[in-house]
C-alpha cells in the first residue's frame, strides 16, 4: 500500500487570533495522517503568536518538520495576502499544500478525497472543496461556491454564486467538476508546481491572486478541479468586509492586470481591458445610484494605478510566457479552456436577470 503524500495546511494569519481560536479546532480534528499544519503569520500585532505558542505551535524548520506536529512560520512584516503565502510556500517541502483561510472551519476527512483525486491524475494542478456559509450552512459562499468560473471579460463567477446571489446546496453540483479557478479559501496546490510558476502575483497584495495563478496553470494546459465530496464553511470578509473601498480598488484593479497578462493574444488582452474599462464605468455609475461615492473614487483609483502599471504587466505577461511553455504539462502549452463562458456574465445577470448558474445554457458556449 501507498504511503500517504505528504500535506500541509497554511494559513496565513494577520491579527486573526479570534478565526485561530474558533476555527482551528476544526483542523485539528482532520483525519489525514500525513499531516502539517503551519501557520504563517504576516507579522500581526495582536497576540496571535503568543496564543499559538501556548497552543503548541514551534518555530518552523523545513529540514526537521515531520507529520503530525504544529508549526509557526514569522514573517517580518506584513507582506499580504499573495506575498506573505509565497514566502511561506518557498519553505514547505509536502508535496501537497493547502491554502486555507483562518476563517474556516473544515469536516474531518475534508482532505482525502482531494488528495485522492489529485494522486490519481497527475495533470490536476489545483482543486477545492464545496465552500458554504459559515453562518447559514445550507448556502453556498461567496469565494468559491461549488467551483470558479469565468466570462469572457475575466468576471469571475462560481457554480452556486452569481456576483452577489447565493444558491442553496441541493446537492445540485455535487459532481466531481473541471473548473476555470479554485477558491483561495481553501486551495489544495502541488507545492512544487506552485513555485516553479511563480506562485501569486506578489504586487496584488489581496484579491484575484488565486484567479490569476489558475489562469496560468491553464495555459499550461493543467487541470483545476472541484470535488464534492470535501466541504469547508467560511465566514468570508475576515479581513477586509465584502463591500469595503479597499476591497472595491484591489479587486478592480487586479482584475485588469488579470485580464491584461493572460488573454490568449495581444489583441484580446488590449480589447478585453478596453471593453472592462467600459463596464466599470457602469459599475461606477450603480454605486453613485446609491451614494457609494468612496467606492466610486476607489475606481478610479484602481484604473489609474492600473495604467500606471501597464508596462509591468507586460513584462510579466512575456515572461510568464516562457516559465508556462517551460512547465507546461504536454510540453505543448495551450490553454485549457474548461471553465470558461463564452459570453458575457454581466449581460445574463442584470439585464437577463438570471441569477444561479444552472440557468446559463453554459453547454451553448463550449
Not at 503530525?68 to 506573505?84: D, Q, S
Request: hydrophobic share 40%.
Amino acid at each position: 500500500m501507498k504511503e500517504q503524500s505528504s500535506v500541509a495546511v497554511v494559513i496565513l494569519n494577520w491579527n486573526g487570533k479570534k478565526f485561530l481560536e474558533d476555527f482551528l479546532p476544526s483542523v485539528y480534528s482532520s483525519t489525514y495522517e500525513h499531516l502539517q499544519i503551519i501557520v504563517a503569520d504576516n507579522h500581526s500585532t495582536d497576540d496571535s503568536r503568543e496564543f499559538l505558542l501556548k497552543s503548541g505551535f514551534e518555530i518552523y524548520n523545513a529540514a526537521e518538520a515531520s507529520a503530525g506536529k504544529k508549526y509557526l512560520i514569522e514573517l517580518p512584516e506584513n507582506y499580504g495576502f499573495a506575498k506573505g503565502y509565497n514566502l511561506a510556500m518557498a519553505e514547505i517541502k509536502c508535496e501537497y499544500a493547502i491554502l486555507l483561510n483562518s476563517d474556516v472551519e473544515v469536516s474531518p476527512s475534508w482532505i482525502e478525497p482531494i488528495i485522492e483525486m489529485m494522486e490519481t491524475d497527475p495533470q490536476i494542478a489545483a482543486a477545492m472543496p464545496k465552500v458554504l456559509m459559515q453562518s447559514q450552512k445550507s448556502l453556498f459562499e461567496y469565494a468559491g461556491a461549488a467551483g470558479g468560473w469565468m466570462d469572457k471579460y475575466g468576471y469571475p463567477f462560481c457554480r452556486g454564486r452569481i456576483f452577489g446571489k447565493l444558491e442553496e446546496d441541493l446537492g445540485q453540483y455535487n459532481d466531481k467538476s473541471e473548473i476555470f479557478w479554485a477558491s483561495g479559501a481553501a486551495f489544495f496546490v502541488r507545492t512544487e508546481l506552485f513555485n516553479e510558476i511563480g506562485g501569486f502575483d506578489a504586487d496584488y497584495f489581496a484579491h484575484m491572486e488565486e484567479i490569476d495563478l489558475c489562469w496560468r496553470l491553464k495555459k499550461a494546459n493543467y487541470k483545476i478541479m472541484f470535488c464534492p465530496e470535501s466541504t469547508v464553511w467560511h465566514v468570508g470578509g475576515g479581513t477586509l468586509q465584502a463591500e469595503s473601498p479597499k476591497k472595491v480598488y484591489l479587486n478592480f484593479r487586479n482584475s485588469l492586470s488579470t485580464l491584461l497578462k493572460n488573454k490568449e493574444s495581444a489583441s484580446s488582452a488590449i480589447s478585453s481591458v478596453f471593453i472592462r474599462l467600459l463596464l466599470d464605468g457602469v459599475a461606477a455609475m450603480m454605486f453613485l445610484a446609491k451614494g457609494k461615492f468612496s467606492h466610486i473614487g476607489a475606481i478610479i483609483k484602481a484604473h489609474w494605478h492600473f495604467f500606471a502599471g501597464m508596462g509591468r504587466d507586460w513584462k510579466k505577461r512575456n515572461a510568464n510566457k516562457k516559465i508556462i511553455k517551460a512547465l507546461a504539462f504536454d510540453k505543448n502549452p495551450s490553454l485549457n479552456k474548461k471553465g470558461i463562458y463564452n459570453k458575457s456574465v454581466v449581460f445574463q445577470h442584470f439585464v437577463k436577470k438570471i441569477n444561479k448558474f444552472s440557468d446559463l445554457n453554459i453547454e451553448d458556449t463550449q
